[in-house]
């Protein structure tokens, strides 16, 4: 089965729109992809990239663009969720530890929901420890181990494995050698897994 590397970041909002079809788009697809969390924020800052802050026509552009593309995958949201999140590095952190132990799929998915349908910021620690709940796991114990320098080490090699690969942005998908970002070249991306380019 072909197989493609899914680079994102909880807090990255154009990420909901991949994160919410994923498994749909799998199964339709008979395709894996490897859910790879990481910290955007920190790739963004070296480039000096600050994408929408200061700029209320590109946010509302987002917004809007979000909601068409929504609609289009029949995902529901209630927008515009409370942006930018308080704290990005905890909420990857979660996702990676989860990621290890078989439940980080279903904790992302889980915040993302109470972020874009609840409206609740998914970086502070009532909708972490809500979509800790959702996943069956304690939010005490694994926001502990979420906050240990382990855990902030492994996000930080994470974050240098995806610069390295050349993901600079989320959603991102790698395919061996190749980068397609954004939600919409997922269909690219599975295109390059099965014939080695884009049709």
């Given at each position: 089965?072909?197989?493609?590397?899914?680079?994102?970041?909880?807090?990255?909002?154009?990420?909901?729109?991949?994160?919410?079809?994923?498994?749909?788009?799998?199964?339709?697809?008979?395709?894996?992809?490897?859910?790879?969390?990481?910290?955007?924020?920190?790739?963004?800052?070296?480039?000096?990239?600050?994408?929408?802050?200061?700029?209320?026509?590109?946010?509302?552009?987002?917004?809007?663009?979000?909601?068409?593309?929504?609609?289009?995958?029949?995902?529901?949201?209630?927008?515009?969720?409370?942006?930018?999140?308080?704290?990005?590095?905890l909420a990857n952190q979660v996702a990676l530890l989860g990621m290890s132990d078989g439940w980080g799929v279903a904790f992302t998915q889980?915040?993302?929901?109470?972020?874009?349908?609840?409206?609740?910021?998914?970086?502070?620690?009532?909708?972490?420890?809500?979509?800790?709940?959702?996943?069956?796991?304690?939010?005490?114990?694994?926001?502990?181990?979420?906050?240990?320098?382990?855990?902030?080490?492994?996000?930080?090699?994470?974050?240098?494995?995806?610069?390295?690969?050349?993901?600079?942005?989320?959603?991102?998908?790698?395919?061996?050698?190749?980068?397609?970002?954004?939600?919409?070249?997922?269909?690219?991306?599975?295109?390059?897994?099965?014939?080695?380019?884009?049709?």
């Amino acid at each position: 089965m072909p197989e493609i590397e899914f680079w994102y970041s909880i807090g990255s909002t154009y990420s909901f729109l991949t994160i919410m079809r994923m498994d749909d788009w799998c199964t339709e697809n008979d395709v894996t992809v490897i859910w790879r969390p990481f910290n955007v924020r920190s790739v963004m800052t070296a480039q000096q990239n600050v994408p929408f802050a200061g700029k209320p026509e590109k946010s509302a552009y987002m917004w809007r663009d979000i909601e068409r593309r929504a609609a289009k995958y029949h995902i529901h949201a209630k927008l515009p969720a409370p942006y930018p999140i308080s704290d990005l590095p905890l909420a990857n952190q979660v996702a990676l530890l989860g990621m290890s132990d078989g439940w980080g799929v279903a904790f992302t998915q889980a915040l993302y929901r109470i972020w874009f349908e609840d409206g609740v910021e998914a970086g502070g620690e009532i909708a972490i420890s809500e979509a800790l709940h959702r996943c069956q796991q304690d939010p005490r114990l694994t926001l502990a181990k979420a906050r240990s320098p382990e855990a902030v080490t492994a996000l930080e090699k994470a974050t240098t494995t995806a610069v390295k690969l050349g993901v600079f942005g989320a959603p991102s998908f790698v395919v061996r050698d190749e980068v397609f970002w954004g939600d919409d070249r997922l269909e690219d991306a599975l295109s390059w897994v099965r014939v080695g380019h884009v049709v």
